[in-house]
């Protein structure tokens, strides 16, 4: 999959998945990693659509759904900006670990590895690299 | 929604060849259509029965709850298959041509997608390469004040870089100017991405019609349903 930068967010999108979806989440976890600044412009609904080379409707569609969570703000004429607040990004981050969880569960039940199996390993495991 | 296009048992044959059999599908307003199928599927004739060039022998079909005639075709902007235009114009003439013949012409949009298009106002016809040439046409369609748009296969036999000032074109006047777009291309990679709505059609029948975006949680990208229909 190719990268694209669109000023300061990367995005890469796969055909294969809903587009909408897939803008949305990487313009989240851009957010929740403090890979942007608080406060930052997102890039206009024209920019990212030629850029992505998608229809016009899917980022309008991510970029309501961001504004309905709180985690931007569309001011009138001027664009749309990341929140400025750090409780609405820590619930973000919060929410995006608690999924993540959900997924590292999932592949250890696959793997028929049991819950003490599982924590023991976490243990183990090497935070720092 | 409401549809911009109701086609209902619409039959269609050249003699012994059938183009349309029985054909019920309609086409929402305000979106973005890919019009997909293999060579013979229908796709052309269908576009040529909307702006009332052919005549179908049974069925009916309503364009904005109207019956097609010659007078709602000002509401419409046609590139047929295998567009042509005048070799001895220049695009200047060409343009200037146009808003005198074409209903809702905008000079001002025509001339910002020359330049975005990068084509010289001075350039014969005649002397254009196929992607500029095609790229002509598709502006002499989109920089129009009507409701439906219909492109029948735009990106055919052009270069990359035309395609994709086409498609920048496409997303700037969506942007611009809401309108019903129907687009028939065999370049489904290339353009998926760009629509709201996709019709399957094979042998004059509809096959598969859905939203993109469900479709891709259900089953994949649109290209690799293409596939699986028609292989």
Known sequence: MENIQVGDFNFQMDLSKPLYEQVLQQIRHAIARSDVPLGTKL?????????????????????????????????RGQGTFITSDLDTVKQVKMALASEAVLVFVSSMKKLGIDRPTAESLLKEVAWHE | MSNALEIKYLSKSYGPKIALD???????EGQITGLLGPNGAGKS???????????????????????????????I????????????????RAINYALTILPGFDLPRALE??????????????????????SLYVILCLARKVKLVLLDEPFTGIDLLSRERIIQSLIDSMLDQPQTIIISTHEIHETES?????????RGQLVLEGNVEALRQEKGCIESIYRGLFR
Not at chain 2, 79 to 84: E, I, M, T, V, Y
Not at chain 2, 113 to 134: E, H, N, P, W, Y
Not at chain 2, 194 to 202: A, G, R, S, W, Y
């Open chain 2, 22 to 28: 029985d054909l019920y599908v309609s086409f929402p």
């Open chain 2, 194 to 202: 760009l629509f709201d709505h996709v019709v399957f059609l094979n």
């Open chain 2, 113 to 134: 997608m020359i330049k975005t298009m990068d084509l010289d106002l001075d350039s014969r016809v005649s002397a254009l390469s196929k992607g500029q040439q095609a």
């Open chain 2, 45 to 75: 004739t269908l576009l040529k029965v909307i702006v009332g060039l052919v005549k179908p022998q049974a069925g009916n079909i309503l364009v904005f709850g109207q019956p097609p005639h010659w007078k709602f075709n000002a509401e």
């Open chain 1, 43 to 75: 890039p206009s609904v024209r920019e990212l659509a030629q850029q992505l080379k998608i229809n016009p409707n899917t980022v309008m569609r991510a970029y309501q759904e961001l504004d309905r969570d709180h985690l931007t703000e569309t001011r």
């Open chain 2, 77 to 92: 902007a046609y590139l047929p298959d295998r567009a042509k235009w005048y070799k001895v114009h220049t695009i200047e």
